[in-house]
């Protein structure tokens, strides 16, 4: 009897496996279409949405870029560029922008872009029943946040429909960024016919996922890949020339990179840490610059950290070039709390070249332990416990390591611990400022100063240091207002001078994306808000 | 004849009245389960849509608006239970638009498939590999497999994963590094998953024969003269399986709905791998509804094999 039990068992268990199979005979096709030009990215963790208005991810994002267009676009230098809008003007405020949209922009099955699918979609992300999460980026808008907040009708917003090719947008305050704002996912037309009819299932399907980009979506295995081929109707069809772009789920770093190794990948945009070091020998690895920074934030109310002193001898005990260069092996060390590559658009060269450096790469310890001394503290004595928190993470809890040995030595201070805690559990505690220091990192929205700036006025969000000066506040507010961009970014660095001078966190590099890129792939961009433009990729083998 | 219908009926009726009390048992398990992990879920700080920006309140409420998360908790966990009852699981959190119906029906026949094939592994690796070692009791055959398998136990899943991958994928080229693609991307992942089962249901086949074999009825089969094979495959074989399948039907549960860190490493987009982001990401509904699934699973496994054991050992009688 258990004898057949276990053959039947035996039998089943071979007959589902073998009769169920999986996938199909698929990776061949992927690694190799006959000399098609394929690309095949590895996009990490499936997106949590694609739908231009929901999309809150960078990665999700490249998927909206490729498959639909803005009224502007971003080159190469990350300086907005016509996309469905051929021209546009400003008034002289900066407060109203009106879009001339170009007449041969199409959907993927043929239809014309119009000025209507760009007041449906931005409609459509600022309604509160949609929900979306980064509506803020449409905050500009005359009226857009009390639309959001259900307290004003559609009718009040600043957006206006002049005729099919025409679109009149008024802001609610002069913003010279606009244009880049217009790049962002968020802001990408819909299709109201396709929305509506297929309701939250619309970008779930390539059918329905009809976008107006250089792209189009043919196959989502989910959780697996998505693979998308050029959009036939796309106004510069011209411009793209890969045959089909593979995007891979492959979450895990290690796993990334060993199909990359195999030549089943032809871009990654990670890699383990402890590889670094080898790959950085090999052309194909490539540190790719990010509007970020990654720093520590003091909670500015609890002791010791209510003493700028003290704030600023613990900045100055951290050596950011060892940070960078030994701990986790990339990045590009922090002086200051905005990233390079922001433009000072008065100047016309970089914000962080006209802004200085407030902090120096290397560790100034006598420096540090002088201002612990005249801060009360000599030699760290009668210094109260202080806590570093930072959520569970390899990269993170290197970097706090690395950190820690900073302070006791070049401090001289040894009751300093610190404690990681499950992301959640962190985020809540260091938005309820029930910290002394914890990690924090920004990663900018938009390609300006302000993007990083306003995250320190009094009612900001993002605020967790608990400081607030109203100072500061006037000069974020005078650089909304401001028409002219010599007054605007003058503001801007006096702002930044401010929160440095006051120590409120200690910048300690700025991100990079670490890819690795198959020489064969050119024309690849990155932008530096991490989306992939693959446009103008090519494969030349 | 009469008397062996009734005593046929007896036994069938017997069966049925205890399956249908285990049923009913099983319902306040998975009720449990359910509200003890709404509770504990909802404890943990944090919620869906806890970000390293911090979400504008407006768009705060919106979102806690459309998914009734700004109901009061007894009322979320009344709607749920309701839509529990009627099947529905709810919308994922994280993934818009997605439900968790749709995700355990996409990726559990993905983590089934890999279990099943690791069971396969188990049974045909484990169980003859131990049963040989018992035959061959102290000899180089026992030796051989009782050390693969002392390794197998030691050796976690994720280093044999990586050496896997690193060798047969990479450097020799033979399969895919990871993803779900054809039948050879279940090769390496299944070996990686069944290497620890194997190599103990092959220390347990031993260790159960060796018991068995040294039974009184085993002696008196053999003085009987009946031929080894008949021995050990049909008098000492089935006794000595009852352990096993003890031991084989809760992991058969947790096979099948897969390995977090078998899926994660390989990149299979299985169910396993929810178990852990769910709670990461506080996505409340695919929390509560993957562990639904798994107690759904594993009290119903565990009922089949009571049933069983049974039709394997006369001696056990269900019911009584």
């Keep these: 009897m258990s004898k057949r039990i276990l053959l039947m068992l035996m039998a089943l268990v071979l007959v589902v496996t073998l009769a169920t199979g999986c996938g199909g005979g698929e990776n061949k096709q992927l690694a190799n279409e006959g000399g098609a030009k394929v690309l095949r990215h590895n996009h990490g963790e499936e997106p949590e949405s694609i739908d231009p208005a929901l999309s809150t991810t960078v990665d999700g994002g490249s998927i909206v870029i490729a498959c639909f267009e803005g009224l502007t676009s971003l080159d190469e230098n990350d300086l907005p560029v016509a996309g469905v809008a051929e021209s546009w003007d400003v008034n002289e405020n900066k407060t109203l922008y009106t879009f001339h949209l170009r007449k041969d922009a199409k959907w993927s099955d043929g239809q014309p872009v119009t000025a209507n699918d760009f007041d449906y979609a931005w409609n459509r992300a600022l309604h509160p029943d949609t929900a979306a999460e980064y509506a803020y980026q449409l905050f500009y808008i005359k009226n857009a946040p009390e639309y959001n907040e259900g307290a004003t009708n559609s009718k009040a917003l600043g957006i206006k429909v002049v005729d099919e090719y025409t679109l009149e947008v008024e802001l609610s305050a002069p913003t010279p960024y606009f244009l880049t704002l217009t790049t962002f996912p968020t802001l990408f037309p819909v299709r109201q016919d396709i929305v509506e009819t297929n309701s939250k299932q619309w970008a779930l399907n390539p059918e329905t996922y009809i976008g107006n980009g250089p792209f189009k979506l043919v196959e989502w295995q989910s959780k ?7 959009n036939e109707f796309y106004w510069d069809r011209n411009r793209v020339k ?17 199909g990359y190794e195999a030549g089943e990948l032809d871009v990654i945009d990670s890699v383990p840490l402890n590889e670094i070091d080898n790959l950085k020998q090999n052309d194909e690895f490539q540190m790719i610059t990010q509007l970020g920074t990654y720093y520590y934030c003091f909670n500015v109310t609890r002791p010791p950290f209510d003493n700028p002193k003290v704030r600023k001898a613990f900045a100055l005990a951290i050596d950011r070039e060892d940070i960078t260069n030994k701990v986790r092996k990339s990045g590009v060390p922090a002086t200051a709390f905005v990233a390079p590559g922001v433009p000072d658009t008065a100047a016309g060269k970089d914000f962080r070249e006209v802004g200085g450096e407030y902090f120096p790469i290397k560790a100034q310890p006598q420096e540090a332990q002088r201002l612990l ?9 009668g210094l109260p416990n202080v806590t570093f928190i930072f959520n569970s993470n390899e990269e993170h809890q290197i970097i706090a390591e690395a950190a820690l040995e900073m302070w006791k030595q070049n401090l001289g201070i040894e009751n300093i611990t610190i404690n990681n805690q499950e992301f959640a559990v962190f985020i809540n505690t260091r938005q309820n400022g029930d ?28 605020n967790d240091a608990q400081w607030s000066s109203k ?16 007054d605007r970014m003058a503001a801007l660095h006096e702002a930044e001078k401010i929160i440095m001078e006051e120590v409120i966190m200690i910048p300690i590099f700025h991100d990079t994306e670490n890819t690795m890129i198959k020489p064969y792939v050119k024309g690849l961009v990155k932008s530096l808000l991490g989306f992939t433009y693959y446009d103008k990729a090519d494969i030349v083998k | 004849m ?4 009734k005593t046929f009926y007896g036994v069938q009726f017997r069966m049925l009245s205890y399956i249908i009390k285990r049923l009913a048992t099983s319902l306040v398990t998975i009720w449990m389960v359910v509200t003890i992990t709404f509770l504990l879920m909802h404890t943990i700080p944090g919620g869906p849509f806890t970000r390293e920006k911090a979400l504008p309140l407006a768009v705060l409420k919106n979102i806690e608006a459309r998914y009734n998360l700004n109901d009061p908790l007894w009322k979320q966990y009344t709607d749920y239970i309701q839509n529990l009852a009627r099947g529905d699981l709810g919308p994922s959190f994280k993934y818009q638009g997605v439900t968790v119906n749709q995700i355990i029906a996409e990726s559990f026949p993905i983590s089934a498939q890999l279990g099943l094939a690791s069971l396969f592994i188990m049974l045909f690796v484990g169980l003859p590999a131990g049963i040989i070692s018992a035959l061959r009791q102290t000899k180089w055959q026992d030796h051989l497999a009782m050390t693969l398998a002392t390794v197998g136990v030691a050796v976690p899943n994720f280093v ?10 990479v450097k020799l080229g033979w399969l895919p590094t990871a993803r779900w693609l054809s039948w050879q991307s279940v090769i390496m992942p299944s070996i990686a998953l069944a290497g620890y089962y194997t190599a103990y249901v092959a220390r347990l086949t031993r260790s159960s024969m060796l018991e068995v074999l040294q039974q009184d009825y085993i002696r008196t089969a053999r003085a009987k003269g009946l031929p080894e094979r008949v021995v050990v495959y049909k008098h000492a074989l089935k006794n000595a399986l009852i352990p096993i399948i003890t031991y084989l039907g809760p992991i058969l549960a947790g096979i099948l709905t897969g390995s977090f860190v078998i899926e994660k490493i390989f990149a299979i987009p299985g169910l396993g791998e929810h178990f852990v982001a769910s709670i990461g990401n506080r996505d409340y509904t695919v929390i509560l509804g993957v562990t639904v699934f798994y107690a759904t699973l594993l009290v119903a496994v565990n009922l089949i094999v009571d049933i069983l054991y049974c039709f394997i050992d006369p001696r056990i009688r269900l019911g009584k």
Excluded at chain 1, 224 to 230: A, G, I, R, Y
Excluded at chain 1, 373 to 381: I, K
Excluded at chain 1, 471 to 486: M, N, W
């Design chain 1, 224 to 230: 697996d890949h998505m693979k998308f081929v050029p």
């Design chain 2, 2 to 5: 009469v008397s062996f219908i």
């Design chain 1, 435 to 462: 910290f002394q220091i914890a990690r924090h990192g920004w990663l900018g929205d938009y390609n300006d100063p302000m993007t990083f700036l306003d995250l320190f006025t009094t009612d900001n969000g993002n």
């Design chain 1, 242 to 258: 890969l045959d089909a772009v593979v995007k891979t789920f492959i979450a895990e770093a290690s796993t990334m990179l060993a």
């Design chain 1, 471 to 486: 100072d500061f506040d006037e000069l974020i507010d005078k650089a909304r207002l401001a028409t002219d961009e010599g």
């Design chain 2, 160 to 169: 044999v994963a990586t050496l896997l991958m690193y060798i047969v994928g």
């Design chain 1, 373 to 381: 001394a005249e801060a009360g503290y000599p030699d760290g004595q």
